[in-house]
């Protein structure tokens, strides 16, 4: 099984290319600096306190990623590992290692501050600004006049 599930924050903008040919494909490069876990001690300061990886984002997911991620956003990736290889101008061989985004979400909301630490998962999908705030108890309050058009009782 290859499954990768990623929290972490986009190091820069997305840089997107779009593939040649008649359907052309939105193709997005990012890196995520996700955290290590861990206890942290006195001398830890000069060591490294997170990885970061590299992020394609294909077709939907890929415009998505133009659209709406910008350095520093705090996402949830799901999806996963390639490698590959290829030779460089200087005749090397270069090995790559990336994830491969399946699914992806926002982890923080827009009005939360980017350092809150808050890990309230908020859907990709749901960046409309006309939704209503929940009501504490985690449900979203029901606009009203709304209330025929639910499939329930």
Do not use: C, W
Request: aromatic fraction near 8%; hydrophobic fraction near 30%.
């Amino acid at each position: 099984m290859n499954k990768v599930i990623l929290v972490g924050r986009l190091t820069r903008d997305p840089d997107i290319r779009y593939s040649s040919g008649d359907s052309a494909m939105a193709i997005a490069r990012y890196t995520l600096a996700v955290d290590r876990r861990g206890r942290r001690n006195e001398n830890s300061q000069d060591q490294q306190t997170a990885d970061f990886i590299g992020v394609v984002a294909f077709g939907r997911d890929g415009e998505f990623a133009e659209k709406y991620l910008r350095k520093g956003s705090r996402i949830l990736v799901e999806g996963h590992i390639q490698t590959g290889s290829y030779t460089n101008k200087d005749g090397q061989k270069v090995y790559t290692t990336d994830v491969v985004v399946e699914r992806h979400e926002f982890v923080d909301s827009k009005s939360s501050p980017q350092g809150s630490g808050s890990d309230q998962f908020i859907p990709a999908s749901s960046g409309n600004s006309s939704e209503q705030p929940d009501s504490g108890d985690g449900f979203m309050n029901i606009p009203d006049g709304i209330d025929e058009e639910l499939p329930f009782n």
